[in-house]
């Protein structure tokens, strides 16, 4: 199984501010995936980063892996509060998952 | 990117009756999808695995005969609560699985939220 261990647990943040969650994993890794989650709801695609890259970015995301430390960084800029959720990173080295319990990011107004 | 759904999006069932949820994969074929669940607050568990025209595979502690998984064609899993029981109330996500070349990817449903009263 591959488990992604987030880090911190939960972050409250003033909207506007960047955000920063961490995430680590145990085993090889083709691809590191990152979800967001609403409350009560499924998993949104957020962003993937291939285990031959370093950065990648999307609109406010920034992903950055470190296969040598086997973890992986997400920010967040310019923080909304429509970005309140829990964050889980996926690492697919092969097809069966287990979830962290993801970071709880709490945006405040 | 791929598109999962999952039907119904909500279902609110008394104890002892069978709640069917599907997970189907819009414009792909999924030879392999994925059953999870979450109970309030935690994270999501891995149930089963599913494979097309074969049985499930289930993760130790879950009942196979209580939670029945069907994979009869490339874009279509359902899995079937039976005598549902309050403590079955809980949200389920399904998956399917993409294997490229030198990677895999995996397309969530947007879950099912289950009430049994």
């Known amino acids: 199984s591959q488990q992604g261990e987030e880090d911190p647990q939960a972050l409250s943040i003033q909207e506007g501010e960047n955000a920063t969650m961490n995430c680590s994993y145990k085993t090889s890794i083709n691809n590191l995936q990152w979800y967001r989650q609403n409350s009560g709801r499924g998993l949104v695609h957020l962003i993937l980063?291939?285990?031959?890259?370093r950065e990648k970015h999307s609109g406010r995301l920034r992903v950055t892996l470190d296969t040598s430390k086997k973890s992986s960084s997400l920010l967040i800029t310019a923080s909304r509060a429509a970005d309140t959720a829990s964050y889980f990173c996926l690492n697919f080295g092969n097809e069966k998952l287990t979830f962290g319990t993801g970071t709880r990011l709490t945006i405040i107004p | 990117g791929a598109v999962v759904s999952q039907h119904p999006s909500r279902v609110i069932c008394k104890s002892g009756t069978s709640v069917k949820i599907e997970c189907r994969s819009l414009?792909?074929?999924?030879?392999?999808m994925f059953w999870y669940r979450q109970f309030p607050k935690k994270s999501l568990m891995l149930m089963a695995t599913s494979n097309e025209g074969s049985k499930a595979t289930y993760e130790q502690g879950v009942e196979k005969d209580k939670f029945l998984i069907n994979h009869a064609s490339l874009t279509l899993s359902t899995l079937t609560v039976t005598s549902a029981h309050p403590e079955d109330s809980s949200f389920y996500i399904c998956?399917?699985?993409?294997?490229?070349?030198?990677?895999?990817?995996?397309?969530f449903g947007p879950g099912t939220r289950l009430t049994v009263l």
């Open positions: 980063i291939r285990s031959n890259e």
């Open positions: 414009d792909f074929q999924a030879t392999t």
């Open positions: 998956s399917a699985l993409i294997r490229q070349v030198s990677y895999n990817e995996q397309f």
